[in-house]
């Protein structure tokens, strides 16, 4: 069985809730809280795989410096999870290696 | 440049310094306009200050909440507040370009203050970079913004004042902490006790200190002190699994699936580094910082730089230098700024809060094994280059970071060398036998933060009525 890895939540002021999808799994997050915070709650370790070597990262400083909690969210790849607040609807999925350049969301 | 909105002054950054100059500016009559990064202002210190999440007060303790009040000075205040807003370039004629919701825009200013605030000193460790470790802010960030705790089995690793504050916060939300493997140096003990004068000054923030040594010691949570060889291994499943150090003669191992790292926080000096402002080696703090003039100003005289991102000295210090730096400004638009006694009054209050700093600062100087990695170590996180490579590109002859660059793409990810610039340099200096004043920093280029093509071809379609979309 694989391990859980959910973050826990310490009871929280009155916030609406927000359903996105995170690799394939509806799940609940708080309204303005990153997707990052959202992620790790849902306990998706690790969230991206890297360019170089295909190992596994997971945010590391939920700040914006470190760029390791680079993700696909809504289509758009190389995201800052940490910097990006979940939103209704929003689809989210693991980046694997270096992303792939194409679309209409250059 | 004609067409482009202009303000007398832009300040980057809403943490304690941003707030507190943006109250100051607005009071004076400046046109002022504050760019955030972060959704709701804040900063870290205070982020998400403006409706906390936690039920339980407590948990982290009066400091955060002191938040409340500058917050509500900037809410006051009359001026532009843009969130969620990246400055990605600054020119040498006034002007700056932004993202926001996006869109690019372009403005120019008579005055910009730098309030970048900090960010943590990386850490380079062997294991640092697996899924389950990451640093004591993120983790506070986590509990300010959701009401997150990390998971179990849990071990806080490192040395300086948040890693005691986290570790309180934590066992205070009902956390196990499996252990505090602290790697404060035993020599550091004697050597900052030569700055005891200045400590007892700051008794305060001395008594604070003591105070979460104490609650951690009733919490009855193991406390490995002077440990070393900290060492984060992964499980079959490539995330973390234990992390291992010695103490004295012993090797300890411990179970977790969350390791907290800290090791102090540094300036975080990347658009002043982009902007081509002179910055300095900071020997004791063992970090760079931007060079200024007692009034704040940069080395460029329209360019100030207020709280951590002009030297590490707190949410207090940044606060204050906030309203003293922009005071400065304001008579420099010859506005009629504070009385003089007032400005006394305030730099004698930031004489107070920065008495302490010196013992600190070599208290808590990290040991040298994150600051000059050896081995295998991961320094550069983005391209996954070691410090064994960084070391042996001084036998090719590599003698600058920027060299770096070229001989192995260390610095050139996507965190542009937040996460290792630092490093890169101190290595280069122990391997020529320098030191890092002489090696120097990258070069850092705009954009300063990733920008999408639509975004800059955003620049060239102003909206109609000058606001941001």
């Known amino acids: ?106 | 440049m004609t067409g482009l909105q202009q303000y007398d002054l832009v300040i980057l950054g809403a943490g304690p310094a941003g707030m507190a100059s943006a109250k100051e500016a607005s009071e004076a009559g400046l046109n002022t306009l504050i760019l955030d990064e972060q959704p709701r202002a804040g900063g870290q210190i205070y982020r998400n200050i403006g409706r906390p999440i936690l039920q339980n007060r407590s948990i982290l303790g009066e400091d955060y909440y002191v938040g409340e009040s500058l917050l509500a000075g900037l809410a006051q205040a009359s001026l532009t507040h843009i969130s969620n807003a990246t400055v990605w370039e600054v020119t040498g004629d006034n002007t700056l370009c932004f993202s926001a919701e996006g869109m690019s825009r372009q403005v120019g200013f008579k005055k910009l203050l730098l309030a970048t605030g900090a960010q943590e000193r990386p850490v380079p460790f062997p294991g640092w970079t697996l899924p389950g470790v990451m640093t004591c802010g993120a983790a506070q960030i986590l509990l300010k913004s959701s009401g997150l705790t990390p998971v179990e089995p849990l071990v806080i690793a490192g040395s300086g004042p948040l890693l005691l504050l986290i570790a309180c916060q934590l066992i205070r939300a009902g956390v196990r902490v499996e252990g505090i493997v602290e790697t404060t140096p035993t020599a550091n003990y004697g050597r900052a006790l030569k700055e005891i004068g200045g400590a007892i000054k700051g008794w305060r923030h001395l008594l604070k200190g003591m105070r979460m040594l104490n609650e951690i010691r009733r919490s009855g949570v193991k406390f490995y002190k002077c440990a070393t060889e900290l060492r984060a291994e992964p499980g079959s499943d490539g995330n973390l699994a234990s992390v291992s150090f010695r103490k004295g003669s012993t090797l300890h191992q411990l179970e977790c699936q969350t390791l907290l790292v800290h090791q102090g926080v540094i300036p975080n000096t990347q658009l002043g580094r982009a902007i081509g402002l002179e910055h300095q080696w900071d020997e004791v703090q063992q970090c760079w910082k931007p060079t200024l003039l007692e009034n704040g100003c940069s080395s460029h005289p329209d360019i100030f730089i207020a709280g951590d991102s002009a030297g590490i000295g707190g949410a207090i210090v940044a606060e204050i230098q906030g309203r003293t730096v922009t005071n400065e400004i304001v008579q420099q638009l010859g506005l009629k700024g504070k009385k003089d006694s007032e400005i006394d009054s305030l730099r004698k209050e930031l004489a107070d809060q920065l008495a302490i700093r010196p013992f600190l600062d070599y208290l808590y100087r990290p040991l040298d094994m994150f600051l000059r990695p050896q081995g295998e170590t991961i320094v550069c996180r983005c391209e996954e280059v070691s410090a064994t490579e960084i070391r042996g590109l001084v036998k090719q002859g590599c003698v600058g970071p920027n060299q770096t660059k070229a001989f192995c793409r260390s610095g050139m990810g996507p965190c542009q060398g937040r996460q290792c610039g630092s490093t890169v340099t101190a290595l280069l200096a122990d391997e020529l036998g320098s030191n890092p004043s002489d090696v120097g920093y990258y070069n850092i280029r705009f954009p300063i933060k990733p920008v999408t093509l639509g975004e800059l071809a955003s620049l060239s379609q102003p909206a109609q009525d000058g606001t941001v979309k």
Do not use: W
């Not at chain 1, 295909?54 to 910097?83: H, S, W």
């Open chain 1, 1 to 106: 069985m694989a391990a859980d890895f959910s973050f826990n939540r310490l009871p929280c002021n009155e916030r609406a809730e927000v359903e996105i999808t995170i690799e394939g799994h509806k799940v609940i997050a708080l309204e303005g809280e990153t997707v990052a915070a959202a992620v790790m709650h849902s306990g998706l370790r690790p969230t991206r795989t890297t360019a170089v070597s295909g190992t596994g990262r997971a945010p590391y400083c939920m700040m914006g410096v470190c760029f390791e909690c680079l993700m696909n969210i809504d289509g758009k790849p190389n995201t800052q999870a940490c910097m990006t607040e979940v939103s209704e609807g929003m689809v989210i999925t693991v980046q694997q290696g270096a992303r792939e350049i194409g679309g209409d969301r250059l």
